[in-house]
């Protein structure tokens, strides 16, 4: 999913990759690796606040340094170095520890005025990055 567009009233806070390993067993049974808690990747976009009047609070945010693009292929080519070593590690492919990866984007939105009377609610959306 790309970046998504937000309109007018609202604005990405952050963007979170979650990382996970599903549990590998080895070529040894007595042997399993795992990261069943998420490694974040988090990117942050707000750059600031002011208060336009008593109680609420107007942000201001900043995407132009972020290109998911580039950002996700770089993610992939950590986790794809990570799934070489782990795998080397446990007697398996590279496939195979790649297979057992999941990477679920974490998008959250809030408005661009919070406060009394204004807005206060953010939405949290989710979906999968590919990979491998």
């Not at 979650?18 to 080895?26: R, S, V, Y």
């Not at 399993?32 to 990117?43: E, I």
């Not at 950590?78 to 974490?106: F, N, P, Q």
């Not at 661009?112 to 953010?122: D, T």
């Amino acid at each position: 999913m790309p970046m998504p567009d937000p309109g007018a009233d609202l604005h990405i806070v952050t963007l979170d990759y979650a990382c996970t390993f599903g549990a590998l067993p080895a070529a040894d049974p007595r042997i399993t690796f795992s990261v069943p808690d998420p490694v974040h990747f988090t990117f942050d976009f707000e750059t600031g606040s002011s208060e336009p009047s008593p109680g609420v609070t107007e942000y201001t945010w900043d995407y132009t340094w972020f290109v998911q693009a580039d950002v996700e292929a770089a993610i992939a080519t950590a986790l794809s170095d990570i799934s070489v070593t782990v795998a080397a590690m446990l007697g398996l492919t590279g496939a195979d520890v790649d297979a057992m990866v999941t990477v679920r984007r974490v998008w959250t939105i809030a408005p661009n005025l919070q406060g009394a009377g204004v807005s206060s609610g953010r939405i949290v959306t989710t979906d999968l990055m590919p990979y491998p």
